[in-house]
């Protein structure tokens, strides 16, 4: 018998558990908190190590890259410094003209297409669905350099296989599109089915105990609720391609003029640093810095600006 | 057991009685209030729980039930921009401002929520026995005795004592929810916080936890959240009725032994929500 315990009345229990239970999580706490210190502290050294990359390059980005912004910059096109002015060497309107061009085709084609593709994914169960799911994410991890030899097939060289004849059109900005497009399809694709999928199931249930078709649910059910995300989708999936070189690098050809026509040779913004930071200028080479960080600002808009305007459309639907 | 490792978990105020019909207490509080971003969900609660006693909280949505019951566990330190304020006694410690560390106080006050949530990837054992792990407790014996003392307190050890290692997704929704009423008690608290446990069941697995309720309370204190008027009537023995102000905030309006609360009020609008519901 020990104290606190009245003779010949037998211990109860559950009274001794529980004070067991308090007098070891009392005695383990401080090596738990220790612990825990410890853990939130690797937490905060590998996100500082996973940062510091990230703003060196953003560092080095604007030291090197912001002088070159000036009105010659985006309205002029490239020219070879002479002896005279080792600095003359014009602008880049030519390469953000043809960005705009080569990525807004992409975009046209690709968008409507992914969502749709998404929009199955999401609602079937399929056997292909589920093969068509498999394909986009194999085609999200393909080198982008493949989807570039593929443009540089079909459309520069073109098609003539199996009696099916397509011509070829060239070096032209339309190649571009569709190597750039065709690598935003599965991204868009993966990214939407996954928004898709968000939307509640009795909400969808709902519509079909009020005798809508799964069409007509998707359109007005589905799709509006899951636009946030959509959007995101979309956005991400184009400051993405934005960026992308490989795709591009033997199908779009060059120009040094300014060219709207997706028919002809264009310029673009990744090449236009490749070509200028392997140039023998000096003042080329430097100037890639400020194609770069006009690449990265216009990646950072698109991206900031989709994810606010997401949350302006979720706020707003409160 | 060794005499200088006896620590006193005891909670009862001894020297303060509650209700003299429902004998000692247990919790006690005083002018709380809770507040998110600045607007007020529920304010100046004032009430004491009887130790050993079924207390019911009723009222109808929005009233700020189940923000009293979160913040007895101290569930809302989690949640950005909540604030609770005034006192929360249990035993002799101020739960917000004793210093005690949210983990522990946890351990004196378990909960189980409106939807049975066991852990999906464990067994029915390592389900019950998680709350003795997480502070620490590894000795196998030890957790075998509590695992079997709360299962059968659960009055559940007879359908699965023969299948503890199965999966808890493989117990029906009922068998689930006692199940987390076990794992509740496997760590022995001196208070158990129950949100509307049965309102996403059966009314056959309701009546199982309605009656296991009464068994319960020798051995923990129960706060019940329900919107049940008649469970709350069948399963109590203290009533605290709450309804939502004018701006919007929650208000304790009365506070009474059950069959008094139910019988006769001394509030007249606890009369109108009853005679509403019953009518």
């Not at chain 1, 519509?207 to 956005?235: C, D, H, N, Q």
């Not at chain 2, 050993?52 to 189940?66: F, Q, R």
């Not at chain 2, 916080?193 to 009546?207: A, G």
């Amino acid at each position: 018998m020990t104290m606190g315990v009245i003779e010949g009345i037998p211990p109860d229990p559950i009274l001794e558990r529980r004070e067991m239970v308090q007098r070891v999580a009392r005695k383990t706490l401080d090596r738990r908190i220790l612990i825990s210190r410890g853990m939130v502290g690797l937490c905060g050294v590998a996100l500082l190590l996973a940062l510091v990359p990230l703003f060196a390059i953003l560092y080095s980005l604007l030291q090197k890259g912001i002088r070159w912004w000036n009105l010659d910059f985006f309205t002029k096109v490239p020219q070879f410094p002479s002896l005279i002015d080792p600095n003359a060497i014009g602008g880049v309107s030519n390469a953000i003209i043809g960005s705009l061009v080569i990525d807004g085709i992409a975009a046209l084609f690709a968008i409507p297409i992914g969502i749709v593709a998404g929009l199955f994914l999401a609602e079937s169960s399929s056997k292909f669905s589920s093969m068509l799911r498999t394909t986009a994410e194999i085609m999200t991890g393909l080198p982008s350099i493949l989807l570039g030899i593929f443009a540089y097939q079909m459309i520069v060289i073109g098609f003539d296989e199996w009696g099916v004849k397509l011509p070829g059109i060239g070096f032209s900005g339309i190649a571009g599109s569709f190597a750039i497009g065709v690598l935003m399809i599965p991204v868009i694709m993966k990214a939407s089915e996954t928004a898709l999928r968000g939307v509640p199931a009795p909400i969808r249930e709902a519509g079909l105990a009020l005798g809508a078709r799964r069409s007509v649910i998707a359109r007005k059910v589905v799709i509006p609720t899951a636009l946030p995300g959509l959007i995101t989708a979309v956005l991400l999936a184009f400051s993405r391609a934005v960026g992308e070189t490989a795709p591009i690098l033997w199908v779009i050809g060059a120009s040094n003029i300014v060219e709207w026509s997706p028919r002809k040779e264009m310029a673009s913004m990744p090449l236009q640093i490749f070509q200028s930071a392997t140039s023998p200028y000096v003042a080329l080479r430097e100037e890639a810095w400020g194609i770069a960080l006009f690449l990265v600002f216009v990646v950072l808009v698109i991206n900031l600006g989709s994810r606010l305007f997401a949350a302006w459309l979720q706020r707003e639907r409160r | 057991m060794d005499p200088s490792t006896m620590i006193r978990v005891s909670t009862e105020m001894s020297d303060q009685e509650g209700d003299p019909r429902l004998g000692p207490i247990s919790m006690r509080f005083e002018d709380v209030s809770v507040t998110f971003h600045g607007r007020t969900a529920i304010r100046d609660v004032a009430f004491e729980v009887p130790k050993n006693k079924v207390t019911s909280l009723i009222g109808p949505s929005g009233s700020g039930k189940t923000t009293l019951l979160r913040a007895i566990n101290r569930l809302h330190d989690l949640t950005k921009g909540a604030v609770v304020s005034g006192s929360i006694r249990l035993g002799d410690t101020d739960i917000y401002k004793g210093g005690i560390p949210a983990t522990l106080l946890r351990t004196r006050v378990g909960m189980v929520f409106q939807r049975p949530n066991p852990f999906p990837t464990m067994s029915i054992f390592d389900n019950v026995v998680s709350g003795l792990r997480f502070n620490g407790i590894r000795k196998k014996s030890v957790l075998e005795e509590a695992a079997e003392s709360a299962l059968v307190a659960a009055a559940l050890w007879d359908s699965v004592s023969n299948r503890l290692k199965a999966h808890a997704s493989t117990l029906s929704g009922g068998e689930q929810q006692r199940l987390c009423i076990a794992r509740a008690l496997a760590v022995e608290p001196e208070v158990l916080l129950m949100d509307e446990p049965t309102s996403s069941l059966d009314p056959i697995s309701m009546r199982l936890i309605e009656e296991l309720l009464g068994e319960l309370k020798s051995r923990v204190t129960i706060v019940i959240v329900t919107h049940n008027m008649q469970q709350a009537a069948r399963v109590s023995d203290l009533c605290a009725f709450f309804l939502m102000g004018n701006d919007r905030a929650g208000e304790q309006i009365e506070v009474a032994p059950t069959k008094k609360l139910f019988s006769e009020p001394d509030d007249p609008r606890t009369l109108d929500y009853i005679q509403g519901r019953f009518g």
